[in-house]
């Protein structure tokens, strides 16, 4: 990814064209064209990623205890098509999209947050957002989003403490029947965020979850902000 300023970027109501890469609407898919350079070793990474929504949704939550910071899936229930050409991979599968949006940069809102979505055995997608506001009590929004975009509340299962990740973030997870979920693969692993792929217990199924936990803290600290700039170059 590369930051690009106001001249880098044009916008309509069905397309986003950022630099050299955009977003398209067609009314049935979300087309994501892509020509960028890799970091910190230069490679060329071009390609295109399809995401076609089973049905849009409207849900909308406040994540912190004043309303300022607010989540809201908006194809929970999506089939994804990646084909790239450089470099030369193609699949296809299960997909998730959904929007953050604050009044106030992230780090005067939260300390931290686990975040978890899963796939269920008919095709609905289940989400847990588990948050630490700086002000008032712990948040937890869990949702299961059917495939035509409704959506029903559910009681969170009991957190369960994870194995910390290699740069040392905590991570943890709700699991049912006293189950501890167990740790497939890490996908993602930063000074401030990683991405998790788990095995745990939702809604009676055992199902397979991505996982994110993001230390807020970390992510706003003097080292990460002279690290960025190598990972994600800017362009005015």
């Known amino acids: 990814m590369t930051e690009r300023g106001r001249s880098h970027i044009e916008r309509s109501a069905n397309h986003y064209r950022i630099g050299p890469s955009s977003l398209h609407w067609d009314g049935q898919a979300l087309h994501i064209d ?39 899936p908006i194809a929970p229930c999506s089939r994804v098509e990646v084909e790239l050409e450089n470099p030369n991979v193609r699949w296809s599968g299960h997909a998730y999209m959904d929007s953050n949006e604050g009044d106030e940069p992230v780090e005067q809102g939260f300390r931290d947050w686990d975040w978890a979505r899963a796939e ?29 975009g409704d959506s029903l509340a559910f009681e969170a299962p009991p957190r369960h403490a994870l194995p910390a990740s290699r740069w040392r973030i905590p991570r943890a997870m709700g699991s049912e029947a006293r189950v501890a979920p167990q740790v497939i693969s890490t996908l993602e692993d930063t000074p401030f965020y990683v991405r ?5 217990r939702l809604l009676g199924e055992e199902v397979t979850a991505i996982h994110e936990s993001l230390d807020v803290p970390r992510l706003v600290s003097l080292p990460v902000r002279l690290m960025l700039p190598w990972r994600m170059p800017r362009r005015a």
């Open 34 to 72: 892509f020509d960028e350079i890799n970091v910190p070793i230069p490679m060329r990474v071009r390609g295109r990623v399809t995401v076609r929504p089973e049905g849009l949704c409207r849900f909308v939550t406040a994540l912190d205890n004043a309303g300022r910071h607010r989540w809201g």
């Open 120 to 148: 269920m055995a008919n095709g609905d997608t289940a989400v847990v957002y588990d948050v630490r506001p700086l002000e008032g009590p712990g948040r937890v929004v869990a949702q299961r989003f059917s495939r035509n």
């Open 196 to 200: 998790s792929l788990l095995k745990t």
